[in-house]
């Protein structure tokens, strides 16, 4: 069983002056998840390197077990600050890709070609594509052979309107996911703010925010291991 896990490289949250990047919790629940199912982890990112942690993900309230692991265990701490780069990336060697969210991917991975080309060639495959929060942000563009969004239609979730507001970051974004996945045709779905909510349609697994990380990597592990 061999898992993609696509990072962002992008580190500057638009105008604020602040840093972004990936959350923290939202790549290490799933990694631990995966890695102790025994699948074998292949990191990438667009630029390759090391991604940028974004540092909110840092505070205490939202460190969890898998985040002292993470800070503990050397070896992901290597595989991470060598990441592939996307373009050096062919699905054809993996079983499924993982999307961690963090507000990076909305101004890198959601337009980023290759991503979506990986996507596209997933799922062509019958393999699985997972994202939770603002990862689900590179599921938008992406597109099948006869162009048709592979979203729509499709019930997915992410990080909604509502929590974006909650962090005072809808006036910084570039975009709403929310609002995105529904205009292309997508059947957005959504739970309490906060709360974990994950769903499978098809080969699509989505969840909605850092709460949502495990329920998403758990349907992810279902799904490759039915």
Not at 4 to 25: K, Q
Not at 106 to 130: C, E, F, M, R, Y
Not at 155 to 168: L, M
Request: hydrophobic share 40%; net charge negative; glycine share 8%.
């Amino acid at each position: 069983m061999k898992i993609l896990m696509v990072l962002t490289s992008h580190a500057d949250f638009g105008t604020t002056g602040n840093p972004t990047g990936f959350w923290l919790e939202e790549f290490a629940t799933p990694y631990y998840l995966f890695l102790d199912a025994g699948a074998e982890i292949t990191l990438a990112s667009p630029k390759g390197g090391h991604p940028p942690i974004d540092p909110a993900s840092r505070q205490d309230h939202f460190l969890t077990d898998a985040t002292h692991r993470f800070d503990m265990d050397e070896a992901v701490l290597e595989l991470l600050a060598n990441t592939s780069r996307l373009s050096d990336i062919s699905a054809g060697e993996f079983d499924a890709v993982f999307y961690p969210g963090g507000h990076g991917p909305l101004w890198d991975l959601a337009n980023d070609h290759h991503s979506q080309t990986l996507i596209s060639s997933l799922l062509a495959q019958g393999k699985p594509v997972a994202a939770v929060c603002h990862g689900t942000a590179a599921l938008l563009h992406a597109k099948s052979g006869d162009g048709k969004r592979h979203i729509d239609g499709v019930e997915i979730t992410a990080f909604t309107d509502g929590e974006e507001a909650e962090v005072g970051a809808s006036d910084y974004v570039p975009f709403s996911v929310e609002q995105e996945a529904t205009k292309m045709g997508a059947k957005f779905r959504k739970a309490e703010n906060w709360s974990s909510f994950a769903l499978r349609d098809g080969l699509l697994i989505t969840g909605q925010n850092p709460q949502s990380s495990e329920e998403t990597a758990k349907l992810l592990l279902e799904s490759l291991q039915a």
